[in-house]
C-alpha cells in the first residue's frame, strides 16, 4: 500500500485506522505514505508522537531526516499532551528504530528512519568502529552519515530516494575507523567550508562530490592517526 491513496479504512483522525491500526503519513495532497502500524511495533500513542516529528522534517527530500523540535513545539503539535507522556513515546520509539538521537550544532535532534526501521546496530550513536560514507542523489544533494554496514545504509538511501523520484548517481565508503563518530564530526565540519548544509547537519549541496570524499577521507586519516 506504500504510496497508495487509502480509501478502505475507516480513519478515526485522519492518521490512524481504528479497525487495522494503519497509519498514514504526508501533507502534500500529492503524496500519501501508508505505513502498516502493526508490523511498524508501535503503539498508537507512539505513532501519533512520530507523526509529529515527521511535520518537521523536509519531506520533499530523501531521508532519514534530521530535526531538533523544542519540547513545547513537540506538546504543541500533540494538543498540549505531556511532557513526560511523550517522553515515554520517544523512548518507545527509539527502541523499535523508528528514530534515533542525533545531535545538530550540540543540540540535542532526532534522525527519523523511513519505510522501515534502523537497523538494530545502528539504532543508537556512539563513538564505535565503524565506516564513513558520502552518497550523491541526482538532485544534487549529498548525504555524509557513518555505519557499520556501508552496502546495506547506502541501499536504505538509495531506495528513500527513489519514493521522491531521486536516483543514487555514486557513493564512496572510507575502510575502517575506530573512533568513527569524531571522524564524522570532523569530516562534517570540513565539508561545511565548502558546501552548504540542507535538511539536517548531514546533508549538503553545491558542492563537488569528489572534493566532499577527499574531506572526509582526510579527516579519516587525521582522526585514526
Given at each position: 500500500?506504500?504510496?497508495?491513496?487509502?480509501?478502505?479504512?475507516?480513519?478515526?483522525?485522519?492518521?490512524i485506522?481504528?479497525?487495522?491500526?494503519?497509519?498514514?503519513?504526508?501533507?502534500?495532497?500529492?503524496?500519501?505514505?501508508?505505513?502498516?502500524a502493526?508490523?511498524?511495533?508501535?503503539?498508537?500513542?507512539?505513532?501519533?508522537?512520530?507523526?509529529?516529528?515527521?511535520?518537521?522534517?523536509?519531506?520533499?527530500?530523501?531521508?532519514?531526516?534530521?530535526?531538533?523540535?523544542?519540547?513545547?513545539?513537540?506538546?504543541?503539535?500533540?494538543?498540549?499532551?505531556?511532557?513526560?507522556?511523550?517522553?515515554?513515546?520517544?523512548?518507545?520509539?527509539?527502541?523499535?528504530?523508528?528514530?534515533?538521537?542525533?545531535?545538530?550544532?550540540?543540540r540535542?535532534?532526532?534522525?527519523?528512519?523511513?519505510?522501515?526501521?534502523?537497523?538494530?546496530?545502528?539504532?543508537?550513536?556512539t563513538?564505535?568502529?565503524?565506516?564513513?560514507?558520502?552518497?550523491?542523489?541526482s538532485?544534487?544533494?549529498?548525504?555524509?552519515?557513518?555505519t557499520?554496514?556501508?552496502?546495506?545504509?547506502?541501499?536504505?538511501?538509495?531506495?528513500?530516494?527513489?519514493?521522491?523520484?531521486?536516483?543514487?548517481?555514486?557513493?564512496?565508503?572510507?575502510?575502517?575507523?575506530?573512533?568513527?563518530?569524531?571522524?564524522?564530526?570532523?569530516?562534517?565540519?570540513?565539508?561545511?567550508?565548502?558546501?552548504?548544509?540542507?535538511?539536517?547537519?548531514?546533508?549538503?549541496?553545491?558542492?563537488?562530490?569528489?572534493?566532499?570524499?577527499?574531506?572526509?577521507?582526510?579527516?579519516?586519516?587525521?582522526?585514526?592517526?
Amino acid at each position: 500500500m506504500s504510496g497508495e491513496r487509502c480509501d478502505e479504512h475507516d480513519w478515526s483522525d485522519d492518521y490512524i485506522c481504528r479497525d487495522c491500526g494503519v497509519v498514514k503519513v504526508g501533507r502534500a495532497p500529492w503524496w500519501l505514505w501508508v505505513l502498516p502500524a502493526k508490523k511498524a511495533g508501535l503503539t498508537n500513542g507512539q505513532l501519533r508522537v512520530l507523526l509529529a516529528l515527521w511535520t518537521f522534517a523536509d519531506l520533499e527530500s530523501a531521508a532519514p531526516y534530521t530535526i531538533s523540535p523544542s519540547m513545547r513545539d513537540l506538546r504543541t503539535r500533540m494538543g498540549g499532551l505531556g511532557a513526560s507522556t511523550i517522553r515515554e513515546h520517544l523512548a518507545g520509539i527509539r527502541a523499535t528504530g523508528w528514530a534515533r538521537e542525533a545531535t545538530i550544532g550540540g543540540r540535542r535532534a532526532f534522525e527519523l528512519a523511513w519505510a522501515e526501521p534502523f537497523p538494530l546496530e545502528e539504532r543508537t550513536r556512539t563513538d564505535a568502529p565503524g565506516q564513513l560514507y558520502v552518497c550523491l542523489f541526482s538532485n544534487g544533494r549529498i548525504k555524509i552519515g557513518k555505519t557499520a554496514t556501508p552496502e546495506r545504509r547506502v541501499a536504505s538511501h538509495e531506495k528513500n530516494a527513489r519514493a521522491f523520484g531521486h536516483s543514487l548517481q555514486c557513493w564512496w565508503a572510507s575502510l575502517r575507523v575506530d573512533a568513527c563518530g569524531a571522524a564524522e564530526a570532523r569530516a562534517l565540519a570540513l565539508v561545511r567550508e565548502i558546501a552548504k548544509p540542507v535538511t539536517g547537519n548531514e546533508w549538503f549541496t553545491g558542492a563537488d562530490f569528489r572534493e566532499v570524499v577527499r574531506r572526509v577521507a582526510a579527516a579519516c586519516e587525521e582522526v585514526d592517526r
